[in-house]
Nanobody, 120 residues
Framework: VQLVESGGGLVQPGGSLRLSCAASGSIVSINLMGWYRQAPGKERELVAATTSSGRSSYADSVKGRFTISRDNPANTVYLQMNGLKPEDTAVYYC???????????????WGQGTQVTVSS
């Protein structure tokens, strides 16, 4: 199983970016999918997460600006980021809880990360 992110880059304050993360491989089902970020010198923090039924949660710092969405048949999660601020600069990672039959449980997978830089 692999998670591959795309969509990061450099954007001016107030701008927008859309991140994508596609899971591939032998996948039966995915429970939670989410986005985390890690800025230099800081711990990784949860940005947003969504269940397979579409229930979502957000960090207070991004509420009203970021929107997480999901395409279940495509095993893909998106993060639409509007009104970007310099403090949103970080490496963004997606993760997914993927059912592993040989474990009879979900296992968490991470993407490789994509850099988002907000600067004028």
């Amino acid at each position: 199983v692999q998670l591959v992110e795309s969509g990061g880059g450099l954007v001016q304050p107030g701008g927008s970016l859309r991140l994508s993360c596609a899971a591939s491989g032998s996948i039966v089902s995915i429970n939670l999918m989410g986005w985390y970020r890690q800025a230099p010198g800081k711990e990784r923090e949860l940005v947003a997460a969504t269940t397979s039924s579409g229930r979502s949660s957000y960090a207070d710092s991004v509420k009203g600006r970021f929107t997480i969405s999901r395409d279940n048949p495509a095993n893909t999660v998106y993060l639409q980021m509007n009104g970007l601020k310099p403090e949103d600069t970080a490496v963004y990672y997606c993760n997914a809880e993927i059912w592993r039959p040989y474990l009879d449980n979900y296992q968490i997978y991470w993407g490789q990360g994509t850099q988002v830089t907000v600067s004028s």
